[in-house]
């Protein structure tokens, strides 16, 4: 099990943070089965305090609604100033959690985040955001939930003496209940189909050949 | 049923994947309402109207809703939705959609479907995940069914000119944004078409090797090919030599024009999930061993630099 690309993005930003003296603690989160410890050993290796995992073992129902609602659960209870999140998963490609939190919370958003500064005070951000046409720059008070696109940042990899050290940072289990959830979707997944493959089709020798066949063959010039 | 799209617009347009919302929307049957919110949107509402399929336009008009923060939004669509009784909320899967539609999805309290590429039935819907290598069918029990949809996966609805459906405001309330302030935006303008919509796309990777020869060689071939838009592969947007609202892929732009050109991309499954769909795919890499050659209709293996330009002669002819 490894961690999610965005979310090791996301994670980085937070240590960075607290390396500039501007966060004073990062805890890591992950919601899974028992393998999900490692994923927050890495996290600890990599830079966070302590981790905390939230214990479920039923993927077909840890759907994003289900996610966000547990890690409102953990908001609440460590009420921390900001929330960073990797902008979607890899597997099931939703790209809803951050989303979805900030909307429990009625906190303010900042999504696809490709740059994120703290003021002195440490009461807003401004973060630039990657959209359609190019990029997008907001003024967000914390508390606030961010999720991290691919430029915000590249992460560090962990060193031999810090992935140690994280074997004795604190890691605590919750289950769903002690965050008062429980956990159920509205969504149930019908099936998993492999997509149509396409074949490769032919190698042609000159750009004269090529032009040819996507005139005559192809037809679409 | 009872429809509810959410219509992206810049004030002065409605954007292109609107209309292919407003076609997913007519795949579920019962009538569509558009909803327009914005600082001015009188002109949009009446472009809305105009859109085959639209039974109803409902405005939402004040500061609150200006430059689409999902803050505002996400408030004023619950409040429509329950007014409404709507069953489902449809928007395209764009920057916008995405940021705004989960958000709407918390406030109604149910799971929202993203990236949408196919309507089984009112309930029942079709989504790629793993980048595109499997696709999954999925029924929703939810009261209002919130989701997003692919645009190139379903047409754009046509435009009849006249207005046809009744325009009404939705009843006030306070949306005003909290905690968040829209600073600026930084918009690229170019006389090429939308990379999303465009029938032709020439999209360049790292192969290109600099940023000067990036655009060198995606300029020429886009020139000589009217009406084509440039794209670029994640590597090539990484090594900064294009801007990242060019990235094609899993996390970028989906595509699906009619013909692919692709210069010095490699073809990693994240970029082949962003533009699979293409009619055509064509790819021009002097490395043989590019993964991309194995789905491509026609691959040359030559130099770029040799290819480019005499690829834009061939096209002259």
């Not at chain 2, 219509?7 to 209309?19: C, L, Q």
């Not at chain 2, 790819?283 to 770029?304: H, R, S």
Request: glycine letters at 8%.
């Amino acid at each position: 099990m490894s961690m999610n690309p965005f979310d090791e993005i996301a994670l980085e930003q937070a240590i960075q943070l607290k390396e500039k003296g501007i966060a004073t603690e990062v805890v890591a989160v992950s919601v899974g089965p028992q393998l999900a410890t490692e994923t927050l050993r890495t996290a600890l290796a990599l830079g966070a305090d302590r981790g905390i995992h939230i214990a479920y073992d039923k993927p077909e129902v840890v759907h994003p609604l289900s996610v966000a609602k547990l890690l409102r659960g953990v908001v609440l209870k460590e009420k921390p100033s900001l929330v960073l999140l990797g902008k979607q998963a890899i597997d099931d490609d939703s790209n809803q959690t951050g989303q979805l939190l900030a909307g429990l919370l009625d906190w303010p958003q900042g999504t696809f985040a490709s740059s994120v500064a703290l003021d002195e005070k440490k009461t807003q951000v401004t973060l630039t955001r990657e959209i359609d046409g190019g990029l997008e720059t907001l003024l967000i008070d914390l508390p606030a939930v961010l999720t991290a696109d691919l430029r915000l940042n590249t992460p560090r990899y962990a060193s031999l003496p810090n992935i140690i050290k994280a074997k004795k940072k604190p890691l605590e289990t919750l289950k769903p209940e002690d965050l008062q959830v429980e956990v159920k979707s509205g969504l149930k997944i019908l099936k998993v189909d492999e997509p149509p493959k396409r074949k490769g089709g032919v190698i042609v020798d000159s750009v004269e050949a090529l032009v040819d066949k996507l005139r005559n063959e192809a037809k679409v010039i | 049923v009872g429809t509810l799209v959410l219509v992206e617009h810049d004030s002065k347009m409605v954007k292109a994947g609107t209309f292919s919302a407003i076609t997913a929307a007519s795949k579920l049957g019962g009538n569509i309402t558009a909803l327009v919110a914005g600082k001015d949107v009188s002109e949009i509402a009446s472009k809305v109207a105009s859109i085959d399929g639209v039974k109803a336009v409902l405005t939402a008009k004040g500061d609150a809703y200006a430059n689409s923060l999902p803050e505002a939004l996400a408030p004023l669509i619950s409040r429509v939705v329950k007014a409404g009784n709507f069953t489902h909320v449809v928007a395209p899967a764009t920057a916008f959609g995405k940021n705004v539609t989960p958000r709407v999805g918390a406030l109604l309290d149910v799971q929202p479907i993203s990236e949408v590429i196919a309507i089984q039935s009112p309930d029942t819907f079709v989504r790629p995940i793993y980048a595109g290598n499997a696709l999954t069918t999925v029924q929703s029990s939810d009261s209002v069914k919130v989701m997003t949809v692919r645009t190139t996966a379903f047409p754009k609805a046509a435009s009849s000119g006249s207005a046809a459906a009744s325009i009404s405001e939705t009843p006030a309330g306070d949306d005003t944004p909290k905690g968040v302030k829209w600073l600026k935006e930084e918009v690229s303008t170019s006389e090429r078409p939308e990379l999303d919509s465009a029938k032709i796309v020439v999209s360049g990777g790292r192969g290109c090797g600099s940023k000067e020869n990036f655009w060198k060689v995606t300029e020429m071939v886009s020139a000589a090919l009217p009406g084509s838009a440039i794209g670029a592969s994640r590597a090539a947007v990484d090594a900064g030599f294009a801007p990242n609202d060019l990235q094609i892929g899993q996390t970028g732009k989906v595509v699906a024009p009619e013909l692919y050109l692709a210069l010095g991309v490699s073809g990693a499954i994240q970029h082949i999930a962003g533009m699979k769909d293409a009619k055509t795919i064509v790819v021009v890499n002097k490395d043989a061993e590019a993964p991309f050659f194995q789905i491509a209709d026609y691959g040359l293996v030559d130099d770029l630099n040799k290819a480019a330009p005499a690829l834009v002669a061939a096209l002259k002819k």
